[in-house]
């Protein structure tokens, strides 16, 4: 594959069109056109297509975008870290993959450390489905995924699987649902309005097991992969809602809520992922380190 042809594709896609891509680049559109054509020819497929005055993605253009985009922000990083300008103001970059289902503020917790190390940091997050992130950490697009589980035998990733912090579980409601509420915690949950985790969720597992075992049938009003968007309707009175024990203040304050009950046999845990020809990484380094010393127990 010629890098030049795919440096004219990545500018056009970027662009939005050949004539401005070639107005940028400084050759005539013709000859931008004649050399992605090439690049069609040598990958088999079409990238581009006409989209009135300008270009759109195919499906495989779009994944040749990524692609792209992680090359030349690779040959970026590489330029600089070897001139002799980059070698002073080097940054180490970390791009880190958060599992939706991991709340905003453990994740900075469990991160932290890592802007803590020597070397100047430039952290990436990207959040996803656990099963897409671990996908883009096989093919070494991540650093680390943050998940609320682990890595399970199954799948081919080679990976590793580090135990950052645990936490037990609280439910939350909003003042002018709880008047309506009665009976001690936890048998008024029993037919109550609930939020709950995705059906994929290991909390959301765990949370329909403590449920069977204590007999209660609460009334489902809506499944969440996305914890703040779990906590947003809650917060609006639309029913409880579970979150770690241990955000009970920001939880409170964020959302205008009060803590029902604590469940200290429901345990939620964080893991870091890192595929095995990163486990040196400075960040994953500090990151593990620092959970060894304290978790999140609360």
Same mark, same amino acid.
Request: hydrophobic share 45%; charged share 15%; proline share 6%.
């Given at each position: *594959? +010629?890098?030049?042809?795919?440096?004219?594709?990545w500018a056009a896609a970027k662009a939005g069109g050949i004539v401005r891509a070639g107005q940028q680049l400084h050759i005539t559109p013709q000859t931008l056109s004649a050399q992605i054509k090439l690049l069609e020819g040598s990958l088999g497929c079409q990238l581009l297509q006409k989209s009135g005055r300008g270009v759109e993605l195919t499906p495989e253009g779009r994944t040749a975008l990524s692609y792209a985009d992680q090359i030349f922000s690779l040959g970026?990083?590489?330029? !600089?870290?070897?001139?002799?300008? &980059? #070698?002073?103001?080097?940054?180490?970059?970390?791009?880190? &993959?958060?599992?939706?289902?991991?709340?905003?503020?453990? !994740?900075? =917790?469990? #991160?932290?450390?890592a802007l803590g190390v020597p070397e100047q940091v430039r952290l990436i997050c990207h959040e996803g489905n656990f099963r897409d992130l671990l996908a883009q950490l096989s093919v070494h697009r991540l650093d680390l995924v943050v998940a609320d589980e682990a890595m399970g035998k199954h799948t081919s990733v080679k990976a590793? +699987?580090?135990?950052?912090?645990?936490t037990a579980m609280s439910f939350y409601i909003a003042p002018e649902l709880k008047r309506a509420f009665a009976? $001690?915690?936890?048998? %008024?949950?029993?037919?109550? $309005? *609930?939020?709950?985790? &995705?059906?994929?969720?290991? *909390? =959301?597992?765990?949370?329909d097991l403590w449920l069977a075992e204590h007999h209660l049938r609460p009334r489902l009003i809506g499944e969440f992969d996305?914890?703040?968007?779990?906590? @947003?309707?809650? &917060?609006?009175? =639309?029913?409880?809602? *579970?979150?770690?024990?241990?955000?009970?203040?920001e939880t409170c304050a964020q959302y205008g809520v009060e803590v029902l009950g604590r469940v200290p046999e429901l345990v939620e845990e964080f893991f870091g992922i890192s595929p095995e020809r990163r486990i040196?990484?400075? %960040?994953? @380094? @500090?990151?593990?380190?620092?959970? =060894? !010393?304290k978790f999140l127990r609360r």
């Open positions: *594959m +010629n890098f030049k042809h795919l440096h004219y594709f970026a990083e590489l330029e !600089a870290a070897v001139s002799s300008k &980059g #070698l002073a103001g080097h940054s180490l970059t970390f791009r880190v &993959g958060i599992a939706d289902s991991v709340p905003k503020a453990i !994740a900075y =917790r469990l #991160l932290e450390p590793f +699987n580090h135990t950052l912090g645990t009976g $001690p915690f936890p048998d %008024c949950l029993d037919g109550a $309005p *609930m939020l709950v985790q &995705g059906s994929t969720s290991a *909390m =959301r597992q765990r949370l996305d914890a703040a968007l779990l906590k @947003a309707f809650g &917060g609006e009175g =639309r029913g409880v809602f *579970m979150s770690p024990s241990v955000l009970e203040e040196t990484h400075p %960040c994953v @380094a @500090a990151i593990t380190h620092a959970a =060894r !010393a």
